[in-house]
């Protein structure tokens, strides 16, 4: 039995430079992981740029909208922009507006926090999020990253992709990632396929059942992962098993694919 299909090397690509280019996106990805902002000190010094490299490369992204300065700070914040243009792409929005109803009335169904999540570059990606009405929530922020290998959505995306996609989304994933090693795809697929759904412990929070359904297109392909981390009321307050919830998240799988034009056969 193969325990991994990473392949170990990847085909060299030209690369090509746009220095101006490079200075904004490197911006850009350094203020999405800082939830307080950063002077134009700061990211001179963590970018080993100087002032006069990047003063003007904030001037624009400020001038189009794509990170903000509040008043009386010095603090440059990125801002919902991207956000939205990723959310314009047409596949996504489909799939949000799809879907948004549906994941509000299985919320409110089982008293969970649900949401959906999309392969990307190697990863999983949540791009519609609902939460619990209950007071106590446990739930996944809207952007986050789920790696492929120890998550139930990536799970899901992995086993319901043709073999050509599973060969080219496991090309992503890193030779040695810690992840892989020791991890036999071809049985967790198997495992997938058959139940119809996956459903494992969290390996990112403790207490917490990942209970997880494909969701499929018009072309019959898996799209998205409908994810529930399940999590039980010790005080009895809560009256839908994990067993019950089962039953009412595949319906919703069903009814998003639905929405999108799959068929069942």
Do not use: W
Request: glycine fraction near 6%; charge should be neutral; charged fraction near 20%.
């Amino acid at each position: 039995m193969t325990k991994r299909t990473i392949s170990e090397t990847s085909p060299k690509r030209k690369t090509y430079t746009a220095p101006a280019l490079e200075k904004g996106l490197d911006i850009l990805e350094l203020l999405a992981a800082q939830a307080d902002g950063m002077n134009i000190g700061a990211i001179t010094k963590k970018l080993d740029r100087s002032v006069g490299e990047l003063f003007r490369m904030l001037a624009v992204l400020q001038q189009r909208g794509y990170v903000s300065v509040e008043p009386g700070s010095d603090r440059y914040r990125l801002t919902l922009k991207m956000f939205g243009l990723a959310h314009r792409f047409p596949p996504v929005k489909r799939l949000t507006s799809a879907s948004a109803p549906i994941l509000q009335r299985l919320s409110y169904d089982i008293e969970q926090s649900c949401h959906l999540v999309i392969y990307y570059e190697g990863r999983g990606h949540v791009v519609v999020q609902q939460d619990s009405p209950s007071e106590r929530v446990f739930s996944v922020r809207l952007g986050a990253e789920a790696p492929l290998m120890n998550t139930c959505s990536g799970h899901l995306l992995l086993a319901f992709a043709d073999e050509n996609t599973r060969s080219q989304m496991l090309s992503r994933i890193p030779a040695h990632h810690p992840d892989v090693d020791g991890v036999d795809i071809d049985k967790m697929v198997r495992k997938v396929l058959s139940q119809g759904y996956e459903s494992i412990h969290s390996a990112q929070a403790q207490g917490i059942q990942d209970i997880g359904y494909p969701v499929f297109d018009y072309r019959d392909q898996a799209v998205a992962a409908l994810i529930v981390p399940f999590f039980d009321y010790l005080d009895g307050s809560h009256q839908t098993t994990a067993q019950d919830a089962h039953q009412l998240i595949k319906q919703a799988a069903l009814d998003i694919s639905t929405a999108l034009g799959y068929e069942p056969s």
